[in-house]
């Protein structure tokens, strides 16, 4: 279902700057088309956990339902109006939106499984997964395809996939869920519960609990703002210091995008053997490390080991953090919860791609660009060791909270 879901939406989200580069020649108005699309992300806290609260399983359902409408009577308008560029703004509003309700429900439909910590792991990674694989190795080549056959193709795709989610999750729905753990003896190492939380029910802990939520989330904030920064400006950065051209600008996005995978995947096992606490530390360390290679790096060939380390540590972080927020957020909070992670990584990346562009013009005025923008990486990875030292209480505290239900 996810997959499906994810498919479809990034073929579209692949012609919609295509499109709108082809009628306005202008970066400003593309990247106010994605602005539009993270605004429904930015403000999710408000609206999405009273809509997924009563079940998340509908929510994904009714999510899918609204896309379908919205892209048929998009589809037509772009066909039948003149006014193309509003209807690819307005297709980016729709999709913010049910994207982001159907992300609020499945995080939150998975934590309520109350899978083994182990199979949670697994499970966040595997839709981090299908999330990477859909936007980088299917996204981007199907939709260029399907543009060159017709502009509207994409969406009309993203119609039929948004449709067969719709059907699947109609069919889950009346079925019920199935294959969750639901207090197995065998399994002890379930999701913390209202009823029966890992530590002790009383306010003390709960306000612990709520606390150590918030600060994975500030930190999440930090990382994924000089993250987005950093990508603001790689194309720039790709160009003037590695001289990179278009070929090898798509190996080092192949790259990346690889080692990304890798990093969704390993994050489980990893976490199993390592600990929460020693595989957040760890992954920091190495996404600093590779934000300054990049910087050092002067050609494609010496920055690809940087950009597949980059992919890597980001991708494992993002795994372990979200399976540790879900394990110790108490029931009844999960789809606020869910709804804040999303909201500030919306808010971080785009404030983030909007402070490095902004940062890299300013500062070229009085510096060679090119200066700017290895420096820029270099001061990004040394940005990020810090925000990991200013980690390491949420980290502690998660992992402490982690233990009754971590087998470790």
């Not at 703004?89 to 049910?98: L, R």
């Not at 299908?130 to 199907?142: M, T």
């Not at 913390?192 to 939380?197: N, R």
């Not at 390491?392 to 470790?408: C, D």
């Amino acid at each position: 279902m996810a997959a499906t879901s994810n498919v479809g939406d990034n073929i579209s989200l692949f012609a919609v700057p295509w499109l709108l580069t082809g009628f306005t020649h202008s970066a400003i108005v593309v990247a106010l088309a994605s602005a539009v699309g993270r605004v429904p992300g930015v403000l999710a806290r408000y609206w999405a956990p009273s809509l997924v609260r009563d079940s998340p399983l509908r929510a994904m359902r009714n999510s899918c339902l609204i896309r379908v409408a919205v892209l048929g009577v998009l589809s037509a308008c772009y066909v039948w109006l003149p006014a193309q560029e509003a209807v690819l703004f307005a297709f980016m509003a729709a999709v913010g939106i049910t994207d982001i309700l159907f992300d609020v429900a499945l995080d939150t439909h998975i934590a309520n499984g109350r899978l083994p910590s182990r199979e949670l792991a697994r499970l966040n990674g595997n839709v981090r997964t299908i999330e990477l694989v859909s936007s980088d190795f299917v996204g981007r080549p199907v939709g260029s395809l399907l543009l060159g056959v017709a502009p509207v193709l994409p969406f009309l795709v993203n119609l039929a996939t948004s449709a067969v989610s719709a059907v699947l999750l109609a069919m889950r729905t009346a079925t019920g869920p199935r294959g969750t753990v639901h207090g197995d003896p065998g399994a002890p190492e379930t999701v913390a519960t209202d009823a029966a939380p890992a530590a002790t029910s009383d306010d003390s802990a709960r306000e612990r609990r709520i606390s150590t939520l918030r600060g994975l989330i500030a930190v999440t904030v930090a990382l994924t703002a000089v993250y987005s920064a950093l990508l603001g400006i790689q194309v720039l950065y790709a160009r003037l210091v590695l001289h990179a051209g278009p070929t090898s600008f798509a190996v080092l996005l192949t790259v990346s995008a690889v080692g990304s995978i890798a990093g969704a995947k390993v994050s489980p096992a990893l976490t199993n053997l390592l600990g929460y606490r020693a595989t957040a530390t760890s992954m920091i360390a190495i996404m600093s490390a590779a934000f300054v290679g990049q910087g050092l790096a002067r050609s494609t060939w010496t920055a690809s080991p940087a950009y597949a380390a980059g992919g890597f540590a980001v991708a494992c972080w993002a795994v372990a953090t979200t399976t540790a927020r879900q394990l110790i957020c108490p029931a009844h909070l999960r789809p606020s919860f869910a709804a804040r992670a999303q909201a500030a990584g919306a808010a971080a990346s785009l404030l983030g791609m909007v402070l490095g562009g902004l940062v890299v013009w300013a500062v070229t005025t009085a510096v060679p660009e090119r200066s700017v923008l290895w420096a820029a990486f270099v001061v990004g990875g040394l940005a990020v060791a810090v925000i990991g030292g200013a980690a390491q209480r949420p980290i502690r505290a998660a992992w402490s909270l982690m233990k009754p239900n971590s087998g470790r």
